[in-house]
């Protein structure tokens, strides 16, 4: 009976209501429940070996939701020799100062005694009974351990060098900003100096460069500036150094600063004028604008400066003054053609591979020698006419491949001189060709010039397109209510334009082409029959406004040339098909005086050695009476193209700048009905003793010399 009692009393505990704890119980439960623990795992499930989680348990225990106790420790806790205890609802708040100690001393349950469990509201708070030190494991791998290691938690020894998580995201956050100002800085000393070499056409003497410090008020403060910059707006150096900001240079706001834009820039005396800007953000570490760089570009300049047209226009300089001015000279080759009553002389300029726009076209030119060129053709002498007539037909067939190449309409002509220079006015006559009698209603001429500059960067592009002159004329109109017949046969009628050029406000820019844009000139001729709105006939001409004499003070170069006129030629030598020579002749500009020096620079390069040893350079002078040619050499040179270069010789790459001096004692350029003299810069290869000609060929304009042409040679 008291063996199947204590059996009864040993299943009653073991299977009926689980005592929470905290609870007292009598000594026998206990013991029962110590006796029963030695054969039947109290944690185990019915289910199978799962364990369940325990009310006591350590925080490493409870964050992995592992059961454990003294019957069956975690691995934690067996490596660190610990038992888990936990602390009473009440007392949580203090859990995290106790954690530190709970690892420290004996388990909770030695200290129960046989008779009685703990209550745990009446335990006192227990001190460690081992040294602080006892029980810390200073094994690295077992702490590192991946058994001990929480998802997400990286654990490591502590040291007195270690820092704090925040410490070293503010360590790695100004470390981010460094690298970030160190390439703010590497940028923009980048933009700065690449706008300080020659990327541009002239380098700094096309664009001015500014650096901008960004302002939260969008008056963006200068820090630095070339000497385009101060040069275009006109401010001194040190007003621009003091506290300059960018309101005092635009008219427009500075909102949304960025990208290329076209606005009025203020100078220093008040004036405005028109520019494109393109503005490049430098931006900080969080993306925010630190600087801002510009980039300024005018869209137009009227300035007379001689130079950029050498850049910008080929045209031969044919000036009536000059040769009129020199008769003497061509006398005995005109044959007394060429006399001193005469109205009307014919010129015939060659334009060569022009830079301007349109095609290269050569133009017959009728001036007016004086100031009655309003009269018509058919009011003067009988004979001056047939022979001004007869001087113009053998002109035309002359020219007759480039008036086809412009788009002349072969009934209406238009001749006219293609270069002009200051205080001249612009003749010429409109002529129709009929082959039956029309009606014609009007015949109207129109004298435009137009200003074109645009500026490409990336993917965007700025262009303006500014008329700078109109003017129209109606050069023949019959009466009212008159049906004016026009007979079959060649008909001329005369126009005059007054260009409007001087030193005031109304002075035309010259001719020009560059990289940014160009300034043109054209005469549009109209013919309209009678009750017609839509034209019958239209023709456009293009004229080149030249620079006069007086302000072509220092336009033949000295040192370095700026060339009006490049070209290239590929030689193949036999035996080095596959790496041809290449030929470049530069020549400073289209005309020159009597006595002057063509500046030519010669360029010769290639991949590999060749067996070109010199270079021969010509001015020749070619003179046509009817069908009779002749040739002759004015002035020559030879240059050596190989040349030693640290003992070995050298034929790749050879460059030189050289000048053939023009006699004074020549005639000029001109050309007649019948005669003309004309001069080119031959330039030819030389290969041992054999010199392979006709290589390249450069028309060459030579007027003679006058009091301001002298003094522009001696400068």
Same mark, same amino acid.
């Given at each position: ?530 009750? &017609? ?5 239209? *023709?456009?001409?293009?004229? %080149?406004?030249? $620079? #006069?004499? !007086? ?101 790749? &790459? ?5 000048? *053939?001096?023009?006699?004074? %004692?020549?005639? $000029? #350029?001109? !050309? ?44």
């Amino acid at each position: 009976m008291e063996g199947s009692g204590g059996e009864t009393t040993s299943e009653t505990l073991l299977t009926g209501t689980v005592k929470k704890p905290g609870l007292r119980t009598s000594s026998g439960a206990v013991k029962v429940k110590k006796a029963a623990a030695t054969t039947t795992n109290p944690f185990a499930s019915k289910e199978g070996n799962k364990r369940t989680q325990v009310p006591r348990a350590c925080s490493h225990c409870r964050r992995t939701h592992a059961a454990c106790g003294k019957e069956r420790p975690c691995k934690r806790c067996l490596q660190n020799n610990l038992d888990c205890t936990d602390s009473p609802r009440k007392r949580r708040q203090t859990r995290a100062k106790e954690e530190a100690h709970t690892s420290d001393g004996p388990d909770i349950e030695d200290y129960a005694s046989d008779d009685g469990g703990i209550n745990f509201e009446e335990t006192p708070t227990m001190q460690s009974a081992y040294n602080d030190l006892d029980g810390v494991a200073f094994n690295a791998d077992d702490i590192l351990s991946l058994d001990n290691v929480d998802d997400g938690v990286a654990l490591r020894l502590h040291s007195p060098f270690d820092q704090s998580q925040a410490l070293q995201e503010e360590n790695r956050r100004l470390e981010d900003k460094a690298r970030g100002l160190e390439a703010q800085v590497w940028y923009l000393n980048t933009q700065i100096q690449h706008q300080q070499t020659t990327l541009f056409m002239g380098g700094q003497m096309d664009v001015s460069v500014s650096v901008w410090a960004a302002n939260a008020n969008s008056d963006h403060l200068l820090v630095e500036f070339n000497e385009k910059f101060r040069s275009m707006c006109g401010w001194t150096t040190e007003q621009l150094s003091s506290d300059f900001t960018i309101s005092r240079l635009f008219c427009e706001s500075t909102q949304s600063f960025t990208g290329l834009k076209a606005a009025r820039l203020k100078k220093a005396d008040g004036s405005m004028a028109d520019v494109f800007v393109n503005i490049y953000p430098v931006n900080n570490s969080r993306s925010q604008p630190k600087y801002y760089i510009l980039h300024i570009l005018p869209m137009i300049s009227i300035e007379s400066d001689v130079r950029r047209m050498s850049v910008i226009t080929d045209t031969l300089l044919c000036v009536r003054n000059e040769l009129l001015g020199r008769v003497d000279l061509v006398t005995d080759i005109f044959n007394g053609c060429f006399q001193s009553d005469a109205h009307l002389f014919s010129l015939l300029a060659c334009r060569t591979s022009l830079s301007i726009p349109p095609q290269s076209v050569a133009l017959h030119v009728l001036l007016c020698n004086n100031n009655n060129h309003t009269n018509t053709l058919h009011d003067r002498d009988n004979s001056l006419r047939k022979k001004m007539i007869g001087m113009a037909s053998r002109s035309r067939d002359r020219c007759s491949k480039a008036f086809n190449a412009q788009g002349t309409h072969k009934k209406l002509r238009i001749e006219i001189d293609t270069v002009k220079t200051q205080a001249e006015n612009l003749v010429g006559f409109v002529i129709l060709t009929l082959k039956n009698a029309k009606s014609i209603g009007a015949i109207s001429l129109a004298l435009e010039g137009n200003l074109f500059t645009q500026w490409k960067t990336g993917d965007d592009t700025l262009s303006v397109e500014k008329q700078i002159m109109s003017q129209q004329i109606v050069i023949f109109r019959p009466g009212t209510g008159e049906h004016q017949q026009v007979d079959a046969g060649v008909h001329y009628f005369p126009f005059h334009f007054n260009l409007k050029r001087g030193d005031t406000a109304e002075k035309l820019p010259p001719s020009w082409s560059g990289r940014h844009g160009f300034v043109e000139y054209h005469l549009r001729a109209i013919v309209k029959r009678k009750s &017609s709105t839509k034209p019958e006939y239209v *023709l456009e001409n293009y004229i %080149t406004l030249c $620079p #006069s004499i !007086h302000e072509m003070k220092g336009w033949s170069p000295r040192g370095s040339i700026s060339c009006y006129r490049s070209v290239e030629r590929m030689v193949h030598l036999k035996g080095q098909e596959f790496a041809p020579v290449y030929l470049v002749v530069q020549v400073s500009r289209p005309s020159f005086v009597l006595g002057d020096k063509i500046i030519v620079e010669i360029i010769l390069r290639s991949d590999i050695d060749h067996e070109i040893t010199g270079i021969n350079i010509e001015l020749k002078n070619k003179v046509v009476y009817w069908d009779s040619t002749l040739t002759n050499t004015i002035s020559s040179e030879e240059i050596v193209a190989a040349h030693h270069d640290e003992g070995q010789m050298n034929c790749k &790459s050879f460059s030189k700048l050289t000048g *053939l001096l023009i006699p004074e %004692t020549i005639t $000029p #350029s001109f !050309h007649h009905e019948n005669i003309s003299s004309t001069f080119q810069l031959d330039v030819s290869l030389q290969k041992g003793k054999n010199i392979m000609e006709g290589m390249i060929s450069i028309p060459i304009h030579l007027y003679p010399i006058t009091n301001t042409s002298e003094g522009q040679r001696d400068q």
